[in-house]
């Protein structure tokens, strides 16, 4: 798919710019995109910009089949919010490179339908009862991605 290849071509000038800062992100993927999200939030405030409702960011979680699973396997989900159209069409295939390039992980990336995000009641649980409405910015939110079965890759070996 020309939008996959598109998303690990961009990584890979992205990586060539800025191996060290993208390779300190996080110890894993999930790490690695949240630590991204952290990334744009000293970027934006940096230049002098604040965080708004379209603020691009990222959350990455474990599912919850992860806590039943014995296989070794993990299945993560990459809430993407608002992020730049070009960016939202090349985001299969970043978070593909990402994990091929940087944690020597394969993995497969789907399109996952809008979900809602699990907010945390006042007794500090998380509950299954957010809604759009109570979380304001679920109402941006432009694509959510799949990540399942995450399976390292062997290091190669340096000749």
């Known amino acids: 798919m020309l939008s996959q290849r598109f998303g690990e071509e961009f990584f890979g000038l992205c990586l060539e710019e800025n191996e060290r800062v ?3 992100l996080g110890g894993n993927l999930q790490d690695f995109f ?22 691009a960011s990222f ?12 296989e070794g396997g993990r299945t993560l989900l990459l809430h993407c919010f608002n992020p730049d159209p070009t960016v939202g069409v090349a985001m299969p295939g970043l978070i593909r490179a990402a994990a091929r390039r940087i944690y020597q992980v394969e993995v497969e990336v ?4 809008p979900t809602r995000l699990r907010a945390m009641n006042e ?3 998380i509950s299954d009862r957010s809604t759009p409405s109570s979380s304001p ?6 694509a959510h991605f799949l990540i399942p079965r995450l399976f390292v890759l062997p290091h190669p070996r340096n000749s």
Do not use: I, Q, W
Request: net charge negative.
């Open 59 to 70: 959350l990455c979680k474990d599912t919850e089949e992860n806590r039943d699973d014995e």
């Open 123 to 125: 007794d500090g649980e």
């Open 137 to 142: 910015s679920l109402t941006h939110v432009s």
């Open 110 to 113: 789907e399109e996952a339908p």
């Open 34 to 55: 949240n630590g991204f999200d952290a990334l744009l939030e000293h970027a934006r405030t940096s230049y002098g910009r604040r965080a708004s409702s379209e603020s």
């Open 22 to 24: 993208l390779r300190a």
